[in-house]
């Protein structure tokens, strides 16, 4: 019996979907939001580009601590009973932030709030997976992500303009009390997941961290997205934002409508993203090679932006945030490589190589950035932003040749013919 039979169409939407892709999208909002505060932020509390790189990207550090026991535990109890406690708890990090009075109080606000929020995409693809047919998981996945990255719209202009009715600190506290109600939306409508899909589908058959861990298509995938997709939310989470005021001189209007640009972009590539993907699977191409192709656009967007080339510079940042909907095409090729059951595992270790990427890459860009001195107070010159474009376009030049060298390790496996997992990969 299809999953879809518990719940008619409608109901399935509004019932599962709707909480989900809302925990995502808040998600995505807080990820985003620090590119909005970060001038109020740095004045306030007197931080340079590194320690505002290190306070935005504590986010993805308590994202990625939790990556490998989230996949476990969403794969045993469910998506529901993993996503309410952490929301209550990101809540309370939201809540922490607005009442900071020190940068180490920012700091245990922000990794609260990462740490809360962790299970909002694998939790929302593990929901799509268990609820609704296989044929139609790329194109949910791909809506998924859409409709969720619009929190990366609402961190730009809406925010900007909540920012005239209160503070950053009132900001925060409203993310506070919206965070609380998700959980309990999540807690009164979604239904209790379909046993039958979480473990009678392949029973005995679980896939252990070491087993993965040793899987040649694991190494040969999470690399290249880790670094590409982490390297494009770490620009477009913070970075963006200061390049266009440092480097393009933008005032602070043109500056948010340029981001809220992005974002929709990076949007409306997630939704694309998935109905190509399905699409192309009729004509024999799969994601396993629509995901390079992302990531060499992005790194000419990078290469662009470096060399100040003629075009708008609007036009690159919108290719980076393309990047941004790459884990599109990376969790569809996940779904067509491993089996049901495991996914919450694989793609728990899939998304800690992405948030991870992007809390070193965030980081990373902040401290090589200031290796430059400012040439005023708070704005670096072109130069150091230059050679921050230029490390990431070298460091996904090599991940891009390593997926190459190892693609057949992929392409082997057919959508309809996974393997199946043996004993010696059995849970004990």
Partial sequence: MPTTSYLKAGSLLWRVFLPFVLAYFFSYLLRNVNAVVAPQLAHEFQLDAGQLGSLTAVYFLGFAALQIPLGACLDRFGPVRVQVPLFLLAAVGATTFSYAHSPWQLVAGRLLVGVG???????????????????????????????????????????????TVVDWRGLFQIFACALVLIAVSLLLLVPASPRKAMSEENPGVCLTYGALFKDQRFWSLAPLSGLSVGSAWALQGLWAAAWMSDVAGFDRATLVTQLFIMSLVLSTSALGLGAAISRLKHWGVGPSKILPGMVMVLMAAELMLAARHPIPSIIPWCLVAIMSAGTVATYSITADVFEKPM??????????????????????????????????????????????????????????????TTLPTLERVAVDDRPKWNSAHRRP
């Fill in 117 to 163: 929020v962790a299970a909002g995409l694998v939790a929302g693809l593990k929901t799509i997976v268990l609820w609704f047919p296989k044929d139609r998981v790329p194109v949910m996945n791909g809506a998924f992500v859409a409709f969720g990255t619009l929190g990366a719209v609402a961190a730009t202009a809406p925010t900007e303009w909540l920012l």
């Fill in 343 to 404: 996914l919450g595992r694989v793609n728990g270790a899939i998304n800690l190589f992405h948030i991870g990427g992007a809390f070193v890459l965030q980081t990373g860009i902040g401290l090589i950035i200031t290796r430059w001195p400012p040439v005023e107070a708070g704005h670096y010159p072109e130069s150091a932003y230059n050679a921050a474009l230029l490390l990431l376009a070298l460091a996904q030049a090599i991940a891009l040749s390593w997926y190459w």
